[in-house]
């Protein structure tokens, strides 16, 4: 089978709707930056939902900004299972969980009151509100990505965050 690589179908980014939209959730992102939350769960947060999403762009960009940041591969492999692994703490597995079910609304009937429980015992309110404005942005920004398909892998670290 011959490998073709992957084209986008439109320049995305290059339109100028697009890119008044992507100045504007940017922006969004910004008031992110101090959610209270430990450092690593961000990361791992845009990771989870980037894999959920099939998003190469985001995938590619949040496992090497994480790892960048010095996450460890162990760990960074593991997000994708993270249910199965004893590498992530009680507070990061809340977090995963509640990205999961943030990011797989359509598959259930939303968050479940377990999962919100879990991360409450976890997270104060101002945290809580940033893990689900993170969970909402980065499944704005994978949509942005994968609608198009725009390709993944050739992200350099820190070049976007």
Partial sequence: MKETAMEARID???NPIAAKFAKHI???GLA???T???AEIPNLVLLRASQINGCGVCTDMHAKDAAHAGETTVR???VAAWRDS???TEPERAA???????TRLADSAGVSDDVWDTARKHFDDDQLSGLVSLIA????YNRMNAIPRIPGGNYTPGAWS
């Fill in 12 to 14: 995305y980014y290059a």
């Fill in 26 to 28: 940017n922006a969004a």
């Fill in 32 to 34: 992110l930056k101090k």
């Fill in 36 to 38: 209270g939350l430990p």
């Fill in 76 to 78: 960074l492999t593991m």
């Fill in 86 to 88: 004893v590498v992530f």
């Fill in 96 to 102: 995963l969980a509640l990205t999961e079910a943030g």
């Fill in 137 to 140: 942005l980065i499944n704005a």
